[in-house]
Structure formats: C-alpha cells, structure tokens
C-alpha cells in the first residue's frame, strides 16, 4: 500500500486480555516507531526500530508493553493485561531513517479498555 | 527531560480571521516540524524548520522558528473551514525521534 498501515482500528478489550496491534509500514522505509496518544493530548514516544533492532524502547510504560519487528518490516505492538489507563490511540509511523526524513503515520489503532 | 508547549490549547474563531499558535521549548532540537491531524487521522507533516530566524510559507500558512531554535510560531491568515484541525509541533532529536507539544486544537466556524 502507500501508506502505513495500522490494525486493528478499533479494539475493545476487557481489563486484563492481552492485546496485539499490527502496523505495516511503507515498503522500504528503514525507521519504525510507535506513539501513544490519549484523548486530546499530543502523541508520545513508545519505541523506536532500525531495521528489526530495537533501538529505543524508553517511552514503553511498563513491561506490560512489548514490541517486535521480527523481520525488518512489520511490527507488532503486545500490551500484556490491559489495564483502563491503557486506553489511547497508539499511533505508528515509518521513515526512510537518518534526520530530515519525512516521518509517515498511520490511522492509529483506537484501544478501549473496559 | 525536553517539553514541548504550546498555546492556547484550544481556539475558537471565524472564517476569514487570523490565528497565531506558539510552540515553546525548554532545550534546543535538531529541527522542529508541524502537524495537522484531524479525527480518526494520524498526524500529516506540514513543515520543517532547521535553521534559527527561518521563516516558511505554505500557501495561507507561515511558520517561524526562533533564532535560538527554542521556539516556533504558525501563523494562519483567512483561515477556513477547512483548516479546522489539532495542530502539532514536535521537536526531532536523534534518531528520528519526535517529542510532541500537547497540541493546539482549532475550530474555524463558517
């Protein structure tokens, strides 16, 4: 596709399921990252790819949070027994890599916690 | 830490008027770049600013960046309808990294 691609776009989940969001991001781009964003707040920084390196992970809440890019393409964020504080909308977004390199976001997936 | 503020979080004006956000930051970024994002969107670059004074224009749009590249300013002129939307900064650091402002949300009312 042209764009990053996020899924699920909704989820709702109960307190405590394991939760699992896919982003594929733009063919060829480098730099994979992950933001959260909750209801009227700016996005924040989870973590952050080169490749299937995990370079940066400082902004992951908890060890509840865990992300992989197994392959160097797509990746999945895994949030282990949701808890309400959890609900936002978790925004991934891909580059090229290396500064001044436009930086591309998905839809977002829009978790509920309930 | 580095922080991101902008101001106001929130405006409210008519079509055809002017409109100002400000982005202020505690420390010095790599560049700092503006976003739209509108319900249901991820956030969609508008600009980048690098060096300290420049100033960029996007159709009605203009952005400033302080010369101590600490600060930026997005300036609409006749605003419309269609520019209703949150609007973000966010400074890069390395690596790509973005560190984003809460975010300004604008209503342009017809």
């Known amino acids: 596709g042209a764009g990053v691609s996020q899924s699920p776009r909704y989820k709702v989940a109960k307190r405590g399921q394991d939760v699992a969001l896919r982003c594929d991001p733009i063919?060829?781009?480098?730099?994979l990252f992950w933001y959260q964003q909750a209801l009227g707040q700016g996005p924040e920084f989870l973590t952050y790819f080169q490749n299937e390196a995990q370079l940066d992970k400082s902004g992951l809440p908890s060890d509840r949070f865990f992300a992989e890019r197994p392959e160097g393409s797509v990746s999945t964020l895994k949030i282990q027994r949701t808890q309400q504080e959890d609900s936002a909308v978790y925004l991934c977004?891909?580059?090229?890599?290396?500064?001044?390199?436009?930086?591309?976001f998905g839809e977002g997936s829009w978790l509920t916690v309930v | 830490t580095q922080l991101l503020e902008q101001s106001p979080q929130f405006l409210s004006i008519q079509e055809g008027e002017n409109l100002t956000v400000y982005c202020n930051s505690s420390s010095v970024f790599s560049s700092l770049q503006w976003y739209r994002q509108e319900p249901g969107e991820g956030p969609v670059l508008l600009v980048t600013v690098v060096t300290g004074g420049e100033v960029k224009k996007l159709k009605r749009l203009t952005f400033q960046f302080g010369d101590a590249r600490k600060d930026s300013s997005l300036h609409i002129t006749a605003a419309q309808p269609g520019d209703t939307g949150l609007y973000l900064c966010a400074g890069e650091a390395a690596g790509n990294k973005l560190t984003f402002g809460g975010g300004t949300r604008v209503l342009v009312k017809p």
């Open positions: 977004a891909s580059s090229l890599g290396g500064p001044g390199n436009t930086i591309y």
């Open positions: 063919s060829g781009h480098v730099s």
